[in-house]
């Protein structure tokens, strides 16, 4: 089985081709665990034959073997791991793709060379924001819980992050913690996975939960269309990504897209 290494704006993960081969040995922990301490990387993630007809599907691990939920820049990567393949999207250019949380799309918007793709994303719709903690809870694939600070960089995120992750308030699955401060028409966000148990350099459904809490929290746009849709910019730790959704209501968002980098590495 051949293995790819692959980065959603540093977000890195080991990427392998299972739709026509036995997977059963990947999807054990202990081998998951060792696959991912090998390559340095964020997490597993498996391109499957779809069940439902649609082009592909798509299973994700944490380090440590967990699985059952959404990664964002992985969903970029394993889109830009369809098109490298060679194989054709059901609509041009967008790939239909079924996930541990529902149907997901995919559009390849570049190709720059051989190893770099931007990809815009469509992530589920979000029904229900918590107030909680002095942030925000809500479930953008994966369960986020999101503060917004004065400046991030002063922020100890492994430390406050696994305080948060291991919340009594988040028990059992406990949550991701994200950390998120303005300036001008950017927002700055910093991570703490779980499943990882560390800050990671992105991560996708935590930049889309990001997005949402900041208009919660009555930080403006840096878009806001005709139709409504609102549009953020937001720094990870070395990239830049877009998050944009249209409001549907105090508590409900919908039409939901993240759009990044993806990329091929050696």
Same mark, same amino acid.
């Given at each position: 089985?051949?293995?790819?290494?692959?980065?959603?704006?540093?977000?890195?993960?080991?990427?392998?081709?299972?739709?026509?081969?036995?997977?059963?040995?990947?999807?054990?922990?202990?081998?998951?665990?060792?696959?991912?301490?090998?390559?340095?990387?964020?997490?597993?993630?498996?391109?499957?034959?779809?069940?439902?007809?649609?082009?592909?599907?798509?299973?994700?691990?944490?380090?440590?073997?967990?699985?059952?939920?959404?990664?964002?820049?992985?969903?970029?990567?394993?889109?830009?791991?369809?098109?490298?393949?060679?194989?054709?999207?059901?609509?041009?250019?967008?790939?239909?793709?079924?996930?541990?949380?529902?149907?997901?799309?995919?559009?390849?918007?570049?190709?720059?060379?051989?190893?770099?793709?931007?990809?815009?994303?469509?992530?589920?719709?979000?029904?229900?924001?918590?107030?909680?903690?002095?942030?925000?809870?809500?479930?953008?694939?994966?369960?986020?819980?999101?503060?917004?600070?004065?400046?991030?960089?002063?922020?100890?995120?492994?430390?406050?992050?696994?305080?948060?992750?291991?919340?009594?308030?988040?028990?059992?699955?406990?949550?991701?913690?994200?950390?998120?401060?303005?300036?001008?028409?950017?927002?700055?966000?910093?991570?703490?996975?779980?499943? $990882? &148990?560390?800050?990671? =350099? +992105?991560?996708?459904?935590? !930049?889309?939960?990001?997005?949402?809490? *900041?208009? %919660?929290?009555?930080?403006?746009?840096?878009?806001?269309?005709?139709?409504?849709? $609102? &549009?953020?910019?937001? =720094? +990870?730790?070395?990239?830049? !990504?877009?998050?944009?959704?249209?409001? *549907?209501? %105090?508590?409900?968002?919908?039409?939901?897209?993240?759009?990044?980098?993806?990329?091929?590495?050696?």
């Amino acid at each position: 089985m051949k293995l790819y290494k692959w980065s959603g704006a540093g977000n890195l993960f080991v990427v392998l081709d299972g739709r026509n081969s036995d997977v059963s040995d990947y999807r054990k922990p202990e081998n998951i665990q060792k696959l991912c301490s090998r390559y340095s990387t964020d997490g597993l993630m498996i391109m499957l034959a779809s069940a439902t007809g649609n082009d592909f599907g798509m299973e994700f691990y944490n380090p440590d073997g967990t699985g059952g939920m959404m990664c964002g820049n992985g969903g970029r990567c394993i889109a830009a791991f369809a098109d490298y393949l060679g194989l054709k999207p059901s609509k041009e250019r967008t790939y239909v793709f079924d996930a541990a949380d529902g149907v997901h799309c995919a559009q390849i918007l570049s190709r720059d060379s051989e190893s770099k793709w931007t990809v815009r994303l469509r992530m589920i719709d979000v029904h229900g924001v918590k107030e909680i903690l002095g942030g925000h809870f809500l479930n953008t694939g994966t369960r986020h819980f999101v503060k917004i600070v004065g400046d991030v960089e002063k922020v100890n995120v492994d430390k406050d992050g696994r305080e948060l992750r291991l919340h009594k308030e988040f028990a059992p699955e406990g949550s991701n913690a994200n950390f998120v401060s303005a300036s001008e028409d950017l927002l700055h966000v910093r991570t703490f996975e779980k499943g $990882v &148990e560390r800050e990671t =350099m +992105a991560c996708g459904t935590g !930049l889309t939960a990001s997005a949402i809490a *900041a208009y %919660k929290n009555g930080i403006a746009p840096q878009k806001i269309y005709s139709n409504g849709v $609102v &549009e953020y910019a937001l =720094m +990870a730790r070395h990239d830049l !990504l877009r998050v944009e959704f249209l409001p *549907a209501g %105090k508590e409900d968002f919908k039409d939901i897209f993240l759009t990044g980098p993806a990329e091929l590495l050696p």
